[in-house]
């Protein structure tokens, strides 16, 4: 019996509790913990990655109860390969918390802990319920997280997040209940079989029940109009935060692929609300674009860059194409780790430039403005989709899959939108100074997880063509959704 | 009965929702309670109404569903803790914005 | 490997201004120069088989799976480029080395120079069109740096970004055009789609890619109407303008034209995109040209309308206008590289490049003025120069062409009429400049001859505008050659490269243009006044105000949709869950299922009643706080009674117990929260959320009720039939919560432990004031901590623990268990700290939670891994008989010890939140007495 599949879950749940038993506030005690159960998920992913590799969906019964009864987590090669983002994000996120981020509130290190084991037991999870537990376990900690740190935008934003994820909420126990009166079912691969002989009022409810899912995945993916909260939270939340946060909104673009290619890849629901997805992508996109443009600050100009990949990716996997889905799993990963290291980035800037803040005006001169400003041109390089950097490949590879031109038109003039905002804000930000330099020296231990993040872009460059392939072998075991169905109810363990 | 309580899950759901779109984080709190029961509720009953069939063994003979229940019961929880915070959260922000419009002082002046 | 090679010295050289600037400006460019010299080197080894009519390729697999592969060619027209890119960089290189300030030690402008000069050699090889793609968008991006080297210039900046986004856009839209090539050709293989012309023409988006391309290339090579950038990247330093304006970055929208000459060539549609953007070009540039004040300003303006008659000529759908192009090319890069370094010495001598104030400089620097008088005399096309060549073959071109019927003599006029212009502003460039009386009010006087090696540059270049103006056929007839086979494809026209031609048509067009232009000049100051009424137009300021303008209207829909509001995002998204239900509910064909409705009971209808009077009433009254408290009360009371009615004891005692904490909550959250309430929706925002609220109340509600009258089959009969074998409890609610779906309760409890600690790192350092008043303006509480309630209160906690053991214990067969025990302690320790308050009760049990949840949680957790050691999954429970006096027989179980998790983390998180909560009155009062 190998427990492997519950470590990405157990390890961070159990470093999160031993913080909490840790009350004599010894900072370094805590940093260390949190910092080991990170680094330990590295390996943990790879192996785990290394397993689903083989090409077996490996299924974990939890209390030994055979699915649909019992909850299963499953993990296939989409899953591991979420964990092991997660996992790179989550150790550079920390890392440039323990540089003194973590200290601008209680409860830093645990909420940290659980923020990971909410998004790791979302990745895993077999079944509807457990994972909208997940999902409350992700939200309530990244509450917290949304809100370390005071002051009263953040408070605000932070309001905003909770009262809209509430009702979000809400709505996903409608869905499920409708999924469980009708299917009889809690168990996604269980649901999948029994979607395919719906009929009549029972497809309607169904039906429903999958597009107000969609809803409430569109809410953690920042879908128009569901996205309207992130720009906000993002921007206000502390940088370690927002960074790892570059993960979340990936939780629900997981969330419908995962859902879409299981349940309604075919059978009488086929595409269900695929059309929704697709149109309200590219108004995200659109809006996104429209959003980079007008930004007045760096902070606010990530968001939406944020957003912007959350259009691009919803926009390509909603066509339900596996063709689509490798490219756009390699673009997800290069989007997640960038604008977490744009995150960081925009962080070191906003404390060299005193006042200022990371407002896109006029400020003092930076210390180190030539390496930050290296750094800034290859993050925005590569966010925005240009060569040499990863985002071209990513681009070259959804343009090539996704052959429509309101797509191309929109990706394009998006990436335009981009660079004139990117091209703005840095040439304001490192060029337009004036007066002394008031910033400090940039500390080592905040600058080597921001550049760790970046250097993932080359890297994903050069070895562009084994990441296609190996985003296209996850997009293949994906498209044949028996092999994850087989795994479940056959009982294997 | 079936039809009495989906005109109770109708009522909880439409009160919370109206409840939840007001400006004061006060009503907003009153709003997701409401819909909370609503929805709890609404779960509980995607099982089917019995009456007299508790779902203990030995103890009925038909008995009702037991997964909806120990899925409401989880809601609750959740929804407990969920609500909880956003009170906490209210008052927070009444600490940080003097106000309790949801949008802080921006609200207060565009109200 | 040689053009691997080739290409990347450049970007080798790029590296070692890093390693090399302390040593100062000389060092860096020998360094840099030297792979330059080695790369022209291999060049001239690699060119070898090109002039016997063969060509170099070379490549490498990247990304086969998207046809982007490291594929690299030398043809003709690549090495032409190659030459001019290698051989006017070098010269860039030496002459940068003395034109830059001296407190620049050059590394940056070095580094930022030859990485343009690598990308502008990958444009020009590449064999693959994604490569080309790739290159192209790097000369983009090393240009804007370029541009902006002097970076603390709000003109620099400006400049180039506005040469970032014209030439961005266009390299997207390059972008969509080849990868609709691939579509069509079905390859990237520059070889392949050089070959498949006819396939391309004739495919349905040939109109579309055709723009898509000539979009890429016009923008770059600053065609009309995508001029207006090159003006303002005059904004770099001289050597920058030198080379991204005569070989480089602007020749490169043109080296595209010749590459897909024979691809995209030969329609009607190419001649009049092609030809109109030409023409329009070369007469746009050419006139304005001649008003410009600044020398550089002047040399932008030249460049342009050079550009567009090179476009013009490859419009004109025939090969010999293509070779004269070609020609061309070759031409204007040697006498605008030299004419922008004369600019440039001109500039440092002077302190000015306004030509209102240099004047005279003929006797200051006579042998520079040489020079530069040479090459203005070739920019205007006079014999036994360089471009006089072309021009005369241009000339030629646009007799012959018919393409336009009845209107050809368009071209040949509007030919002559830039070659006037052209003449007109070559004639103000040398009168101006060095004639024209004596200088006026020069920021340096007197201007002197630069130092003698910063002329070198120049000299090379104006001796080869001679040598090719005098000797074509020795000098250039080879390289021009190849380099217009590989762009024709293959077959070169009969065309003889000479100086006379004979009295005909063209000479006497020149003699026009040359004429004309001196007359055109003579009469500059009455064009200088007409054009100084003009109303002044900055492109730079235009295109500023456009970005402006969009960013405005940006922010203006941004504003729109991110209103700050959560009413407003709310909103949608509610209204989305709302069209979801109108749009499908509506498709039901009956909103019962089969199954018969449960008979009512007047005390159900009572009952329903109150609740949803309870419910509206709560709704109405949300301003009156104390009211809507208790109606929700009642409301939640009533959905226990729910429970209790609908075989759910469980739930019903959760429910009940959970009410007690979360009203208990919402009064201390109203004691802080201001009394008042004024309404704040207008009334048609109130029946905006009403609606909503009816659509999705409504939906629910029918859906719930189809679902409850339908039969189907589920999995809980496995729970019933499971519950006692499997779990050893009959309670199948709490079995389920425990062991079969253990993992959600682990999971639930960790919500409620980590709301905790959100809750308290919200509350810590908060500070609120409370009203010490009710809204009627009564005191809270006359008596803080009232003498009956503490009397009552301390003998009723061991009787609540008691109930609250029975109830944990008999949980797994009977309605109970943790979660409910657990919030019963949780009431009867908090009612200490209502009835003796938080001082009391810290001095007797310690006051820090953070443990108890974790320890619950843990507990939980640690159950579950305990089930490892006997090789089961996490949670896997087991289970054994015990007979315990007074309570009777039950299970002891291993999901009992999960149980106690839970009912630790339960009792510690709701205290943490109620008592940290409690000790925010706590602080107020202190701060009251102090």
Redesign the interface.
């Known amino acids: ?1 190998t ?1 492997w599949i ?1 470590a990405p879950i ?1 390890i961070p ?2 470093a999160g ?2 913080l ?2 840790e ?1 004599r506030e010894r900072q370094r005690l805590r940093r260390v913990t949190g910092l080991l159960s990170c680094i330990a998920l590295v390996p943990v992913a790879l192996v785990l990655w290394q397993q689903a590799a083989q090409g077996d969906v490996g299924v ?6 055979q699915a ?4 299963v987590l499953v993990l296939d090669k989409l899953s591991a390969l979420m964990l092991l983002l997660t996992a790179v994000l989550a150790l550079a996120a920390l890392l440039y918390g323990c540089a003194g981020d973590d200290r601008r ?3 830093f290190h ?2 940290f802990q ?1 923020q990971l ?1 909410g998004i790791n ?1 979302a990745f895993l999870t077999g079944d509807l ?2 994972l909208f ?2 999902f ?2 992700l939200l ?2 990244s ?2 997280l949304a ?2 740190g ?3 935008e953040r ?2 934003a ?3 997040y ?3 994820n ?6 996903f ?2 869905a ?3 999924i ?8 996604m691969a ?1 649901f999948a079989v029994k979607a395919q002989a719906l009929e ?3 497809q ?2 169904v ?2 029940a999958v ?2 899912l969609w ?1 409430v995945f569109g ?1 953690k993916a920042a879908l128009f ?2 996205y ?2 992130l ?2 939270t993002y921007a206000n939340a502390t940088a370690p935060v927002a960074a790892l946060f570059a993960i979340m909104t990936k939780v629900g673009i997981y969330a419908i692929l995962r859902m879409q290619a299981l349940a309604f890849s075919d059978g009488p629901l086929a595409g269900l609300g695929a059309d929704l997805l697709w149109w309200l992508a590219l108004v995200t996109l659109a ?1 996104a674009a ?2 980079a ?2 930004a ?1 600050r760096l902070g606010g100009l990530v968001a939406y860059l944020v957003v912007m990949s959350v259009g691009t990716l919803v926009a390509a996997l909603s066509l339900g194409d596996p063709g689509t889905v490798g490219p756009a799993l390699y673009y997800l990963i290069h989007s997640t780790l960038i604008c977490g290291a744009l995150f960081l980035l925009c962080d070191l800037l906003r404390r060299s430039r005193g006042d200022s803040d990371d407002r896109l005006e006029s400020g003092p001169p930076l210390a180190h403005g030539n390496w930050l400003g290296a750094a800034f ?1 290859a993050a925005a ?1 590569a966010v925005v989709g ?3 950097l990863s985002g ?2 990513g681009k ?2 959804l ?2 899959a996704v ?1 429509s031109a309101p797509y ?1 038109a929109l990706l ?2 998006a ?2 939108a981009g ?2 905002g990117l ?2 804000a840095g ?1 304001t930000l ?4 004036h007066g002394e330099v008031v910033g400090k020296k940039l500390g080592k231990r905040r600058v080597i997880p921001m550049l760790a993040l970046l250097l993932v872009s080359p890297a994903l460059t050069l070895a ?2 084994p990441m ?2 190996l985003c ?1 072998g996850v997009a293949d075991q994906l498209a044949d959704q028996t092999i994850y169905i087989r795994a479940v109810l056959g009982g294997a ?1 | 009965m079936e039809l009495l309580v989906a005109l109770i899950i109708g009522v909880l759901v439409a009160t919370g929702v109206y409840l939840c779109l007001r400006a004061r984080t006060f009503s907003v709190v009153l709003g997701l309670t409401l819909l909370g029961y609503g929805v709890n509720v609404f779960l509980f009953s995607m099982g089917g109404l019995k009456i007299n069939q508790v779902a203990v063994v030995g103890a009925s003979a038909d008995p009702t569903d037991p997964l909806t229940q120990a899925l409401v019961l989880t809601a609750i929880v959740i929804g407990f803790a969920m609500t909880a915070f956003l009170v906490v959260l209210a008052l927070r922000s009444q600490g940080e914005q003097h106000s309790d419009h949801v949008d802080g002082q921006d609200g207060e002046q565009r109200s | 490997m040689m053009l691997p090679a080739i290409v990347l010295l450049p970007l080798l050289a790029a590296l070692l201004p890093m390693f090399t600037r302390h040593l100062g400006r000389r060092w860096c460019a020998l360094l840099v120069a030297l792979p330059v010299v080695a790369a022209l080197g291999l060049l001239a080894q690699a060119s070898l088989p090109i002039w016997e009519g063969g060509m170099q390729q070379w490549s490498m697999t990247w990304l086969p799976s998207l046809g982007l592969n490291l594929a690299l060619r030398l043809d003709g027209l690549a090495l032409l480029f190659c030459v001019l890119i290698l051989g006017i960089g070098l010269l860039v290189v030496v002459y940068a080395h003395y034109y830059l300030p001296a407190k620049d030690d050059g590394g940056r402008f070095y580094t930022l120079l030859l990485l343009f000069m690598f990308s502008m050699l990958g444009v020009v090889t590449s064999d693959n069109l994604l490569f080309l793609v790739f290159f192209w968008e790097l000369t983009s991006l090393s240009s804007f740096l370029l541009i902006s080297y002097k970076q603390y210039d709000s003109a620099a900046r400006k400049g180039a970004r506005m040469a970032l986004t014209v030439t961005g856009m266009g390299g997207l839209a390059l972008l969509a055009g080849v990868l609709l090539i691939g579509h069509v050709v079905g390859s990237f293989s520059l070889s392949t789609v050089l070959e498949s012309g006819a396939l391309v023409q004739e495919h349905a988006l040939y109109p579309v890619i055709l723009c898509l391309v000539l979009l890429g290339a016009f923008t770059k090579s600053a065609q009309f109407p995508f001029h207006f950038w090159l003006p303002h990247a005059m904004a770099a330093p001289t050597p920058v303008s030198a080379y991204l304006h005569s070989a480089t970055m602007v020749k490169a929208g043109i080296f595209l034209l010749a590459r897909f000459y024979p691809v995209l060539a030969g329609t009607d549609l190419w001649f009049y995109l092609v030809t109109a953007a030409g023409m329009a070009t070369l007469l746009w540039g050419a006139v304005w040209a001649l008003f410009q004040h600044d020398l550089k300003g002047l040399l932008a303006f030249s460049t342009i309308s050079h550009l567009g008659l090179i476009t013009l000529l490859f419009g004109l759908n025939s090969p010999l206008a293509a070779v004269a192009g070609v020609f061309h090319i070759i031409n204007h890069a040697t006498f605008k590289a030299g004419l922008f370094m004369a600019a440039g010495i001109i500039d440092q001598q002077t302190g000015t490049r306004d030509m209102r104030r240099i004047n005279g400089l003929w006797k200051y620097m006579p042998y520079t003025a040489v020079l530069a008088m040479v090459a203005s005399a070739a920019m205007a096309g006079v014999p036994l120069l360089n471009g006089f060549l072309s021009k005369e073959m241009f000339f030629t071109e646009t007799l012959q062409s018919d393409q336009l019927g009845a209107l050809s003599w368009l071209l040949p006029l509007g030919a002559t009429l830039g070659g006037v212009f052209s003449v007109a502003y070559s004639a103000r460039f040398i009168h101006d400049v060095f004639f024209n009386g004596e200088p006026v009010n020069l920021p340096k006087f007197p201007p002197q001859e630069p130092p003698r090696y910063m002329k070198i540059p120049v000299e090379i270049l104006v001796a080869l505008c001679v040598a090719v103006g005098v000797f074509p056929a020795i000098t250039v007839a080879a390289l021009l050659a190849v380099a217009a086979t590989a762009t024709l494809g293959g077959t070169l026209p009969e065309y003889h490269l000479a100086v006379w031609h004979g009295l005909n048509i063209p000479l006497l067009m020149s003699v026009i243009a040359l004429v004309g232009g001196i007359a055109v000049y003579a009469c500059r100051r009455r064009l200088f006044a007409w054009y100084a009424r003009l109303p002044e137009i900055d492109a730079k300021r235009v295109f500023e105000g456009r970005i402006q303008a969009v960013v405005r209207l940006a922010a203006g829909v941004t504003r729109g949709l991110q209103t700050g509001s959560l009413q407003g995002y709310l909103a949608w998204v509610l209204a989305l869950v709302a069209a979801v239900l109108v749009w499908q509910l509506p498709n039901l064909a009956s909103v019962t299922g089969e199954r018969a409705m449960l008979p009512v009971d007047g005390v159900s209808v009572l009952c329903a009643l109150m609740l949803i009077a309870a419910a509206l009433l709560t709704t109405v009254l949300h301003r009156q706080r104390m009211m809507a408290i208790i109606c929700l009360s009642v409301v939640g009371l009533i959905v226990s009674l729910i429970f209790v009615r609908f075989s759910a004891p469980d739930l019903a005692l959760t429910q009940l117990s959970v009410e007690v904490v979360s009203v208990l909550l919402l009064m201390l959250a109203m004691y802080f929260l201001p009394a008042r309430a004024k309404a704040d929706s207008n009334s048609l925002r109130v029946g905006r959320d009403a609606v909503l609220a009816v659509l999705i109340g409504t939906g629910v509600a029918v859906a719930a009720l189809l679902v409850m009258t339908t039969d189907i089959a589920t999995i809980s009969p496995f729970f019933l039939e499971n519950s006692v074998p499997g779990g050893g409890g009959t309670n199948v609610v709490n079995v389920i919560l425990v062991d079969f779906r253990g993992f959600d309760t682990f999971g639930e409890i960790t919500v409620l432990g980590i709301a905790a600690l959100g809750i308290y790192a919200l509350l810590s350092d908060l500070k609120l004031v409370s009203a010490k008043y009710d809204p009627f303006g009564r005191p809270w509480a006359h008596d803080a901590h009232p003498l009956v309630l503490v009397t009552l209160s301390r003998p009723l906690l061991p009787l609540a623990l008691m109930i609250a053991v029975y109830i944990f214990l008999r949980g797994h067969n009977l309605p109970g268990g943790g979660f409910v025990a657990g919030l019963i302690t949780s009431v009867a320790l908090l009612l200490q700290y209502v009835a003796s308050g938080v001082t009391w009760v810290h001095k007797r049990i310690p006051g820090d939670y953070h443990p108890l949840v974790a320890l619950g949680v843990l507990l939980a957790g640690l159950t579950g891994v305990a089930s490892w050691a006997f090789d089961a999954p996490f949670l896997t429970s087991t289970f054994t008989h015990v007979h315990l006096p007074m309570i009777g027989d039950f299970e002891l179980a291993s999901a009992m010890l999960f149980d106690t998790g839970v009912f630790l983390t339960v009792v510690g998180a709701t205290l943490l939140i109620l008592a940290n909560l409690g000790k925010l009155s706590l602080l107020d009062d202190k701060k009251e007495t102090t």
């Open positions: 019996m427990h519950i157990l749940a159990l509790l031993l909490l038993l009350v974990y019964q939890l209390g030994n109860w649909p009864f019992g909850i509130g209680p409860n645990s909420l659980f084991m037991g319920f457990n537990v997940f409350e376990v309530i900690a509450y917290g809100l370390h005071r002051g009263p408070v605000k932070g309001l905003h909770v009262v809209l509430l009702a979000g909420s809400a709505l126990l409608i499920l209940g409708l469980y009166g009708t299917t009889g079912t809690l168990n269980d009549g009022s029972e309607i409810l039906t429903v597009l107000l809803v809410l109009p569901l309207f909260w720009p906000a809006l429209i959003g443009l007008s007045s041109f390089v240009l060569p040499p071209f490949v070259l590879a343009l090539q052959p191309w394009l003039l990436g335009l660079l004139v091209s703005r040439s490192f060029w337009r100074v562009a063509e296609l392939q296209a363990s």
